[in-house]
């Protein structure tokens, strides 16, 4: 079966620092791997998502997330966070072929204020 | 997401009794999901659907049912709600294994 760690459970930085937000999974096969928000008050929404080719892949709103396969690894970077980043970040994973495959795993979520 | 609606939004209800939080979609989608929200607990999968003969359980099904009545619709049911079924629950859709899920705005649900 597969399972996401977030360690961190709450980031506190100021506007305009840099963000990386850890994930890492435990899956030994192919994975869709997911990362989503959730404003305040809000439903999840899709950042972005990896299925194959560069393991770098760019989001909505500046964020982006890097793939390390060797590591289970999927960290959402932003260069420069603002105040209206402030929310919930959940990273996700989905087996590509297995029982699994059904079934989109969540980690525990990491809970982002930014200070302005 | 507006193709994802939830009814109702909110409801609090007293332990014991049944209740029913409903999800439809306009997506077109087989795939249909209800999970819960648990502060430090992220979503948790309570059960799935890829057809309306195909119903499963996720990782927390116990206390909870579900009814997939039409491609359109799935429906979750607490038998006798408790008061640990407090939760914020959503409805999700998608249209392959390898897709992204598409939320509902939730139903945040007390039981007293």
């Known amino acids: 079966a597969q399972s996401v760690s977030q360690h961190n459970h709450h980031v506190i930085l100021s506007e305009a620092a840099s963000l990386e937000l850890g994930c890492n999974y435990s899956?030994?096969?192919?994975?869709?791997l997911f990362w989503y928000v959730q404003y305040p008050g809000q439903h999840l929404q899709l950042l972005l998502k990896?299925?194959?080719?560069?393991?770098l892949v760019k989001g909505i709103k500046g964020f982006e997330a890097e793939f390390i396969k060797s590591k289970f690894s999927f960290n959402l970077r932003k260069p420069s966070v603002q105040w209206s980043d402030t929310a919930e970040y959940f990273c996700?994973?989905?087996?590509?072929?297995?029982?699994?495959?059904?079934?989109?795993?969540f980690g525990s979520g990491t809970q982002l204020t930014v200070l302005p | 997401d507006a193709d994802v609606t939830q009814t109702p939004r909110n409801r609090i209800t007293k332990t014991g009794k049944r209740i029913m939080l409903e999800c439809s979609q306009t997506k077109g989608h087989d795939r249909m999901y209800w999970y819960r929200q648990d502060p430090g607990l992220g979503l948790r999968l309570i059960y799935y659907s890829f057809d309306v003969k195909d119903i499963n359980k996720g990782e927390i099904s116990d206390g909870y049912s579900v009814s997939r009545q039409a491609q359109a619709k799935f429906s979750l049911s607490l038998e006798s709600a408790i008061p640990n079924q407090t939760a914020l629950y959503f409805c999700?859709?998608?249209?392959?294994?390898?897709?992204?899920?598409?939320f509902g705005n939730g139903t945040r649900l007390t039981v007293t």
């Open positions: 990896y299925f194959s080719g560069d393991p």
């Open positions: 999700a859709t998608r249209d392959s294994n390898n897709s992204p899920l598409h």
């Open positions: 899956y030994g096969g192919t994975v869709n």
């Open positions: 996700a994973v989905n087996a590509r072929s297995s029982g699994s495959a059904r079934q989109l795993t």
